[in-house]
């Protein structure tokens, strides 16, 4: 009885925070936000309202119930990131999940990357377990996709972008889909043709098998809660960088991905990428036009743009012009990486203080 009545109580919560949701709808804030956990300027004595910070994007596993309460009592919303196709963890027990590249061998991490086979079938039931788990366990506002891209780097200034993934379930699930003959063969023979032969093809097939996976993991957060968000962390190129790896090698096709995301949320980390401050504005209006949306219209672009120190200083002054930028064209809303970043930094606080201040006052 007592387990019903919690349930109960549990479910009536759940509810509530779901009505204000669909309220809050009609007359949405830009959101202003922190990727990280607010701890660490919780523990410098700040308090998120104070710094006019509505909104906290944090890895699933750091979220705790005490974290979510007091983020809640100072009115921002949480946002759990998902890192999607991370197989670090996984792959090393799980070879068969293990990404293949062109030349047939298992490929090496990109940096600290390492990509799953995205069309395994165990890690797919792996991770969709682990997406239920988090909806039941806390009441979130949405669920922002991370690592969603075939293996490859692209936060480096030298991207790593390797052909992927030739496994034979790959192959095999690409001919039948695509109404594609590979001749038979050795793998590095196979990959060989189907780089030559059916290029365009398999490009298309590997956005879709990309786009699918978002358009099921948005199933089961609408499923659970319609009012939830669906966003994607993702790489900000446009369409022509790398020779068109965006689509190419990453296989984020943006006119799939348009249909089956709340929010977009470029990683635009200019230092980190060898790019200017500017370049964060160029980008973010660029990804508007492209995803041919405007300002108050769905699908959203909510920026993540770079606070940490890496390879270079980036000043609070820097950091600023970054913020502002991350909300040009049709951009809703910002965040930076990372909370700890900013927290290690008093004139970045005051920065962050200042700029979302004004934000909330001006309403951009
Ligand atoms: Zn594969």
Redesign the pocket.
């Known amino acids: 009885m007592r387990t019903v009545i919690l349930i109960s109580l549990s479910a009536l919560v759940a509810l509530t925070h779901s009505q204000c949701r669909q309220a809050e709808k009609k007359n949405e804030v830009r959101i202003l936000g922190i990727y990280g956990s607010p701890a660490p300027l919780w523990e410098k004595g700040h308090r998120l309202d104070s710094l006019s910070v509505n909104a906290v994007f944090l890895n699933w596993h750091s979220i705790n119930d005490s974290m979510l309460l007091r983020t809640r009592s100072e009115g921002a919303k949480v946002f759990a990131e998902f890192p999607l196709l991370n197989g670090k963890g996984y792959v090393e027990n799980h070879p068969e999940?293990w990404?293949?590249d062109d030349h047939g061998k298992m490929v090496e991490p990109a940096t600290w990357f390492m990509g799953v086979?995205?069309?395994?079938t165990a890690f797919r039931e792996y991770r969709t377990a682990e997406l239920h788990s988090l909806l039941n366990r806390f009441d979130l506002d949405g669920i922002w996709l991370d690592y969603l891209h075939w293996h490859a780097q692209f936060e480096d200034p030298e991207p790593i972008l390797p052909e992927?993934?030739?496994?034979?379930?790959?192959?095999t699930?690409f001919g039948k889909e695509m109404a594609v003959k590979v001749p038979p063969g050795d793998t590095p023979a196979r990959a060989s043709w189907i780089l030559s032969s059916a290029d365009s093809l398999w490009r298309e097939w590997r956005c879709r098998v990309i786009a699918g996976w978002v358009k099921e993991m948005r199933g089961i957060v609408k499923g659970h809660d319609p009012g939830m968000l669906l966003g994607i962390y993702h790489c900000p190129w446009n369409d022509d960088e790398f020779d068109g790896a965006q689509r190419r090698i990453l296989g984020l096709d943006y006119d799939m991905l348009r249909g089956v995301t709340d929010v977009f949320s470029p990683m635009v980390y200019h230092a980190r990428m060898g790019r200017t401050p500017q370049w964060v504005g160029e980008n973010t209006a660029w990804l508007c036009d492209r995803l041919g949306i405007k300002e108050g219209e769905y699908p959203r672009v909510w920026t993540i743009v770079q606070a940490y120190d890496e390879p270079y200083t980036v000043t609070p002054e820097e950091f600023s012009q970054v913020l502002h930028l991350g909300t040009a064209g049709c951009s809703s809303g910002v965040m930076m990486f990372t909370s700890r970043a900013v927290a290690q930094n008093d004139d970045k606080i005051a920065t962050m203080r200042k700029v979302y201040g004004s934000m909330k006052q001006n309403g951009r």
Request: charged fraction near 20%.
């Open positions: 999940a990404a293949v086979c995205p069309t395994d992927t993934c030739f496994c034979d379930r790959c192959i699930l």
